[in-house]
């Protein structure tokens, strides 16, 4: 799996995701992030890197880091 494939499922599944009350999401695609703001006022920051390849498989592994602020602070 390429990571491109990855970012645009990943937003999908936000974007789907009718349960976590959503209310934003921000993607900058140069820098393989997310912001997602939350009705609550959270805002979380969501960070994508392609760690491992399978050769055999051409399946990669994703990594996401978690960044979460309290209040709506917009960068």
Do not use: H
Not at 23 to 49: H, M, P, T
């Amino acid at each position: 799996m390429e990571l491109n494939y990855f970012k645009d499922k990943m937003f999908e599944l936000l974007n789907d995701a009718d349960n976590m009350a959503i209310r934003d999401i921000e993607v900058n695609d140069r820098k393989n992030q997310f912001r997602v703001e939350l009705a609550d006022g959270s805002v979380f920051a969501l960070e994508c890197s392609q760690l491992k390849s399978s050769p055999k498989m051409n399946v990669g592994i994703g990594r996401m880091r978690i960044c979460w602020m309290m209040g709506g602070d917009k960068r």
